[in-house]
């Protein structure tokens, strides 16, 4: 074992990149272009061994896929332990195997896998959100979820026999108080908190950007302000990407991002169009160039960010551009 500590270390040796695939109840560990390949448990006790074995091999970088929170507490451990360690989106990993060939799919070869595609793209590094930033989280999810399950509901309502209506009105009337208590819930969390109610005050001094918009920025989108334009853009899933080939020049599409976000920032463009003057404006010109109306709407929702990021950056509140 101390020859290949003294390996790693060798100034010779390529950087160290490690995969690991999260399970419920074990994490599969692979390090890149090595035959190096075990097996812990997914627990505390897990957690220590695997820091135990990688600190002294000081590696560039972890990677983790990001599925169902279970790779939330391993995480968070090497990240505390000061290794370098970050969950990427699990779509990503698998598009990157299938353009590399590969099909089959287990824990172990997805490890490698993981561990490949940290060599490759080398993807940032970025801090884990803090306890109370989760739990806002939490709480937005959930109220989330009651939309859902109310929309589905009033749904089947539409089609359903007149014998089942009291029992689905019954269901209506529970999640619908539920959804109210979720408000009230996330209301009071965000104002015991003096740095959020700040925030939440510039957010919703842009008209359109209401207390459900802001909350989900306050909580998904806590780069505001520490980011570039262009950046603040791809976080939010904004960011135009070409299809061009050749003398063709395609539509550009979004893709991406933080789907919440962009769901916010979507009813807060649609709430603009009667009370944010500017927005609707920019909206009028384009659609007044030719452009289709969704176009004109992504092209408002990628500007709103920008002008949040601006005014969280500069401390400022809504100050409406002179025509």
């Given amino acids: 074992m101390g020859a290949v500590v003294i390996q790693i270390q060798s100034s010779s040796v390529s950087p160290l990149f490690v995969g690991i695939d999260v399970s419920g109840s074990f994490l599969d560990i692979a390090f890149h272009e090595s035959s190096e390949l075990f097996r812990l448990a997914n627990s505390p006790d897990g957690f220590a061994q695997l820091i135990h ?79 109370q930033t989760q739990q806002l989280q939490a709480l937005i999810l959930r109220r989330a979820q009651l939309i859902e399950m109310l929309t589905a509901e009033q749904n089947r309502r539409k089609r359903a026999h007149k014998s089942a209506l009291p029992s689905i009105d019954e269901f209506i009337r529970f999640i619908s108080q539920r959804i109210k208590d979720a408000d009230r819930d996330i209301d009071a969390f965000l104002h015991a908190n003096d740095l959020w109610r700040k925030t939440e005050a510039v957010l919703r001094s842009v008209p359109g950007i209401g207390k459900g918009a802001a909350a989900v920025l306050i909580a998904f989108l806590p780069e505001l302000g520490t980011l570039n334009a262009r950046e603040i853009a791809s976080l939010a899933g904004l960011a135009p990407f070409n299809s061009d080939s050749g003398a063709h020049c395609g539509q550009r599409h979004v893709s991406g991002g933080r789907p919440i976000v962009r769901r916010a920032l979507y009813m807060a463009c649609v709430a603009a169009q009667r009370s944010n003057a500017h927005i609707k404006a920019f909206c009028d010109r384009l659609r007044a160039r ?26 400022t509140t809504w100050n409406p551009p002179k025509p």
């Fill in 53 to 131: 074995r990688l600190l002294p091999l000081n590696p560039q970088l972890i990677v983790l896929e990001a599925t169902g929170k279970l790779e939330r507490a391993v995480l968070e451990a090497l990240c505390q332990a000061g290794l370098p360690a970050v969950a990427v989106n699990p779509k990503r990993v698998r598009d990157f195997a299938r353009s590399a060939g590969v099909r089959a799919k287990t824990d172990r070869i997805d490890a490698r896998l993981i561990a490949r595609y940290g060599a490759t793209i080398k993807p940032e590094v970025r801090p884990l959100n803090d306890e």
């Fill in 290 to 315: 030719g452009k289709k109306t969704k176009v004109a709407f992504v092209a408002a929702m990628r500007k709103m960010p920008t002008q949040l990021n601006a005014m969280m950056r500069d401390g």
